[in-house]
């Protein structure tokens, strides 16, 4: 080889011209360079990472540290007792807002009461990540302004890592965003802020905030309270330790795929995730929040149910809609709140894809005798196919194969709990496939090859569009389900299995079907801690199938559990948050606001069910032709001043003659059949006619009931879906469709 190379370098060297040989030389010599500037700046990119996560560390520690010489002399100033912080702190929320209108104690009392408890908190979790200095000049200025006293005034409120707060970084555990501290403040804290509320403390959370395990590089593990060699789940882990260790009593968090629900689960809190676009999120950071398919929604997180509640009052206000327009101005829906109608609710304790361990069921199950002993019917529910659920979503949030993972983690230190799936989305395509596969029949786990393929995303635009019509065709097929059970709510296990060791989600990614499925549904789904793994649970593992890799582990790292927390999920449709759960009685669950839409082309519905005529198309092949219409019409020998006159109408005229009864629907319906069928004449605009749209007109016509709409002749576009109508867009592709 040596030999060779010579021979080739000389007969180079002595056939090229000198000219030739510079060129060549300084090409080599600038890609060479080029590499080498490249690899050095990787290099010192790393380093420079390595030394930011080092001083944020310092910079951490030492802010927990200053807090508690802080409060130590606060206390040897004898402004706070032990007795008074145990006091306050375990004056559940309803009682500590009126001890705090009430002038009984003061937000400066109850912020030291809480920063106390939680450092309490911290050591043995390693919880917070952050100290928020602000919070003492807040809560005095509360105190101070004692006349104008917002609903949460002094109430202290932690917030998940992710919270963009002014002058704070905010890292998603990654170094990347590090010295990169925030300008604008969160939305949901500005309302938080107005309504009086002290927010005191940030909160840990995983790397990049796409799993259920609560570690990074920068703040470390966090540990569950009731166990902390145990995950307290993720990715608001943070927040749920420090809320179940008593160290907050208001939290918030976010979820794109369990990351309120489960921490709650794990630690025995509660949480609600909300519907996406019912809670602003402006002011958080969402990694990889270009993907649009299944969005993350902040949410908040508590001891008690009835915080949560009093929450969702503060937060749904006239400043957040202002704060942020996109957020639908629905504000909190009292009388649906206080609903107390009996429900009929489904429940499910197996997804048909990993069993659910056997205290998540057990909980469910009492959950399920409770609410019947109250009058409510339970029926059971099987979810629709797991497996393509499953698909759709990782397809969906990992639509980009992990790129924006492994780059932006290229020269961060990646933590131990994602190491392996950053290795897995780095391989070459063959190699990854080929591990899912040999990973399939090592685990006997078909969920396997579900995530495993899912994970490598979507290879183009026309695949991405795909998966959003999958997915919208996924929700359409569930909602059906849901209807056709006559479901108000749903209760279904809290996870798979309660809280396992550190170390061991990138083994047990399977759980996450129980919350994903919400995400992609956009479900609005609270969950609620209800009971504590029991010996019973353990000994019932003897029934609990050892068939896959997976389901031996679930047994494996959930035999030492007695004791820990176990939560159930409470699901409604989209925007019926109104839900009450007590700790106490589990009683009125969720309290449904409307009747809701059917589907995604409501309008259309409502419409029509208000409506005469509606006009779409099936290219002349309606069993009333346009010509049979005519005719129709004509035998019906309507005068032209009638005509005249009810066209000249405008709509509001049109709308009160019709609400009087000096019109009725036929008689609307009729004319505008004929001013269309002549204006389609000129233009052909119409493409079919609605065949029953004389007798729904008629049935108007006889029932009592009037809506704002009622008789008012409606026109509706091709694409509206209709049953029995096919909705072609002008393709024949669509043309069997109906
Ligand atoms: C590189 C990251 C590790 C990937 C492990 C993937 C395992 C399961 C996929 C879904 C897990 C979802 C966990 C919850 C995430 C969440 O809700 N985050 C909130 C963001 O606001």
């Known amino acids: 080889m040596d030999r060779m ?298 001891a008690e149910v009835d915080t949560l509640v009093s929450c969702m009052k503060c937060l749904l206000v006239p400043k957040m809609f202002h704060l942020d327009p996109a957020v639908s101005p629905v504000l909190f829906r009292n009388e649906i709140y206080e609903e107390k109608r009996k429900l009929n609710i489904g429940f499910y304790v197996d997804d048909g894809s990993l069993k659910s361990n056997p205290a998540c069921q057990r909980a469910v199950l009492e959950v ?41 983690l290229s020269t961060d230190q990646v933590d131990p709990t994602i190491s392996n799936t950053i290795m897995a989305f780095k391989m070459p395509k063959w190699l990854y496939k080929m591990v899912v596969m040999v990973g399939r029949l090592l685990t006997k786990d078909h969920m396997m090859t579900v995530f495993g393929n899912s994970f490598l995303g979507v290879k183009s635009i026309t695949e991405y569009w795909d998966l959003a019509l999958e997915i919208e065709e996924y929700k359409t097929e569930f909602l059906k389900k849901w209807r056709d059970n006559k479901l108000d709510a749903m209760i279904c296990p809290g996870f798979a299995y309660t809280a396992i060791p550190h170390g061991t989600v990138q083994y047990l990614t399977s759980g996450v079907t129980y919350t994903i499925l919400y995400n992609l549904l956009n479900y609005p789904a609270g969950t609620l801690k209800v009971t504590n793994v029991k010996q019973q649970d353990i000994d019932n593992f003897k029934d609990y199938p050892s068939n896959t890799y997976t389901e031996k582990l679930v047994k494996e790292n959930c035999k030492d559990s007695v004791g820990l927390p176990v939560g159930v999920q409470f699901v409604g449709l989209p925007y019926q948050e109104e839900l009450k759960l007590t700790l106490q009685v589990m009683d009125r669950l969720i ?38 219409l005519e005719e129709h019409l004509k035998g019906k020998e309507i005068s032209t001043n009638t005509i005249k006159r009810i066209l000249s109408l405008s709509f509001k005229e049109l709308q009160a003659e019709l609400q009087s009864g000096k019109l009725s629907a036929v008689d609307v319906l009729n004319v505008y059949q004929i001013k269309a069928l002549e204006v389609d004449k000129r233009t052909n605009c119409i493409t079919e006619l609605v065949q029953d749209s004389e007798e729904r007109a008629k049935q108007l016509d006889s029932d009592r009931k009037k809506g704002p709409l009622y008789g008012i002749p409606v026109s509706i576009k091709e694409t509206y879906t209709m049953p029995g109508y096919p909705c072609t867009g002008g393709m024949m592709f669509h043309f069997d469709e109906k």
């Not at 520690?61 to 010489?69: D, G, I, Q, V």
């Not at 759709?392 to 992990?402: H, R, V």
């Not at 069910?609 to 092949?621: C, D, E, H, P």
């Open 368 to 408: 399920k005798a409770m609410l019947e002993s109250q009058g409510h019917t339970l029926i059971p529910f099987e979810p629709v196919d797991i497996s393509k659920m499953t698909e759709l979503f990782i397809k969906a949030t990992f639509a980009d194969g992990g790129y924006s993972f492994v780059d932006i």
């Open 5 to 302: 190379i010579r021979t080739l370098w000389k007969q180079w060297d002595s056939d090229s011209p000198k000219e030739k040989k510079i060129v060549i030389g300084v090409i080599a010599g600038s890609y060479l360079s080029y590499r080498a500037g490249k690899l050095l700046h990787h290099y010192y990119k790393k380093y420079e990472n390595n030394q930011k996560i080092r001083r944020k560390q310092e910079e951490c520690r030492e802010s927990k540290e200053k807090l508690e010489e802080f409060l130590m002399e606060k206390k040897s100033l004898r402004t706070i007792s032990r007795e008074a912080v145990q006091r306050i702190v375990s004056l559940p929320f309803n009682d500590l807002q009126t001890e705090l209108q009430s002038g009984k104690i003061t937000a400066v009392e109850v912020l030291h009461a809480y920063q106390i408890k939680a450092l309490e908190v911290d050591k043995l979790t390693n919880c917070i990540t952050e100290v928020i200095w602000e919070a003492e000049e807040i809560a005095l200025s509360r105190d101070l302004n004692a006349n104008k006293k917002g609903p949460l005034h002094g109430i202290p409120i932690s917030l998940k890592e992710s919270y963009m707060i002014p002058g704070y970084d905010c890292t998603a555990g990654l170094a990347f965003y590090l010295d990169k501290p925030a300008e604008q403040e969160n939305v949901l804290v500005q309302v938080l802020k107005q309504a009086g509320a002290v927010p005191f403390v940030r909160t840990n959370i995983p790397q990049g905030m796409m799993t259920y395990e609560c570690s990074n590089p920068i703040h470390g593990i966090t540990g569950n309270p009731h166990d902390p060699n145990r995950i307290p789940g993720g990715s608001s882990g943070g927040e749920a330790a420090l809320i179940a260790g008593g160290g907050s009593i208001l939290g918030f968090g976010s979820d794109i795929g369990g990351s309120l629900r489960i921490p709650a689960h794990m630690c025995g809190c509660c949480s609600l995730k909300p519907t996406v676009g019912r809670l602003s999120d402006k002011g958080q950071n969402d990694f990889g929040t270009g993907q649009t398919l299944v969005n993350a929604t902040p949410g908040p997180m508590a």
């Open 591 to 628: 309290r449904p606001f409307w009747k809701p839409d059917e589907d995604r082309n409501r309008s259309a519905k409502i419409l029509c069910g208000v409506v005469a005529a509606v006009y779409i198309s099936n290219q002349g092949k309606t069993k009333l032709s346009k010509a049979q």
